[in-house]
C-alpha cells in the first residue's frame, strides 16, 4: 500500500469554519478567511494539532493512514501482494464471490481512519468531508467512471432522528459534487430496524441485515438497467453492502458496486 498523492488528500481545497459569501471579491474574501483563521484557528482534523489550513490532517496523521492502492482484487477492493499486469480476484473473492460487483475502499479501516470515521459519524465532526470525498472520488474513479447513480447506506428512520445525520449521505451528496454522477439519496429505505453492527460475526451480520432494505417502488424507474455505486463509511464483512446489492438488483439495476471510505483488511485476504 503506498501513499496517494498530496494534491488528492492533505492538500484540500480550503474549507473555512463556516461558508464565504459567493459574491465577495477575491480582495475581501481573503480578508474573510484570514478573519475565520483568526477567530478559528485551523487544526489537523484527526489530533488537533495546529496546521496552516482547515479540513486538513497534519503530517504525523497522514502517516497512520494505510491507502488501498493498485494492486487490488477487482472484486472485493482489498490489497494484493503483487501485480500480474491483469484483472485479479483473491482467494476470498473466488472462495465466495459478493453480491455486489465491485468494492473500492480509500483506506484500510485502521488507527488514524478509524478515528477519523468515528468523529465524523458519531461525535458530528464535519469539517473533514471536502477531504473524505476526494478521498472517495480518487479510490472509487474506476466505479464511477460508467456509474449512473449514487446511493447512500440508509438509516432507519428512529436512528437518524437521534443521530441527525446519515454520514453516508453527506458523503453520497459529496462524491456526487466532485464526479458529476447524480445522487438519489431517499430512494434506498431501511425499512426494519436494526441492531448495531459492531461486535457481531460475518454470520450474525448477515441476518441482522437481512430484509431490512426496500426501494421507493414509486421510483423503481430510475434503477431499470442502471449502473449503481452504493456509498457507505466502512466495509467490515460486506453484509450491510451485500443485503442493499441483492435489492437494488431485485429492482432492476443491472450493475451494483460499493464505495467506501474504508475496509476490513484481514491479513490472509492478500494472498492470491
Request: a positive charge; hydrophobic letters at 45%.
Amino acid at each position: 500500500m503506498s501513499d496517494v498523492s498530496a494534491d488528492e488528500g492533505r492538500v484540500a481545497p480550503r474549507s473555512a469554519p463556516w461558508p464565504a459569501s459567493g459574491g465577495l471579491t477575491a480582495p475581501f474574501r481573503a480578508v474573510f478567511d484570514a478573519v475565520a483563521d483568526l477567530l478559528l484557528p485551523p487544526v489537523c482534523i484527526g489530533c488537533r494539532t495546529s496546521i496552516d489550513r482547515h479540513g486538513q490532517l497534519c503530517g504525523a496523521c497522514w502517516s497512520k493512514i494505510d491507502f488501498i492502492t493498485s494492486p487490488i482484487c477487482d472484486r472485493l477492493g482489498i490489497p494484493l501482494p503483487f501485480e500480474t499486469g491483469e484483472v485479479m480476484l483473491s482467494a476470498a473473492a473466488m472462495a465466495d464471490p459478493p453480491a455486489y460487483d465491485r468494492a473500492r475502499a480509500a483506506a484500510c479501516y485502521t488507527t488514524t481512519m478509524r478515528e477519523l470515521i468515528q468523529s465524523f459519524k458519531y461525535r458530528d465532526r464535519q469539517e473533514g468531508l471536502p477531504l473524505f470525498g476526494r478521498w472517495l472520488a480518487q479510490a472509487g474513479s474506476d466505479i464511477l467512471a460508467d456509474a449512473d447513480l449514487l446511493i447512500p447506506v440508509p438509516l432507519h428512520r428512529s436512528k437518524l432522528w437521534s443521530r441527525r445525520f446519515n454520514q453516508s449521505a453527506l458523503l453520497t451528496s459529496e462524491v456526487a459534487r466532485l464526479s458529476g454522477v447524480p445522487a438519489e439519496v431517499t430512494l434506498l429505505k431501511r425499512t426494519r430496524k436494526t441492531m448495531s453492527q459492531v461486535g457481531l460475526s460475518a454470520d450474525q451480520r448477515r441476518r441482522n441485515v437481512s430484509g431490512a432494505f426496500g426501494v421507493d417502488a414509486k421510483r423503481t424507474e430510475s434503477l431499470k438497467g442502471a449502473s449503481v455505486v452504493v456509498v457507505d463509511d466502512v466495509i467490515t464483512t460486506g453484509a450491510t453492502i451485500e443485503a442493499c446489492a441483492r435489492v437494488l438488483r431485485k429492482a432492476g439495476a443491472a450493475r451494483v458496486d460499493a464505495l467506501a471510505l474504508a475496509r476490513a483488511v484481514e491479513p490472509t485476504a492478500w494472498a492470491l
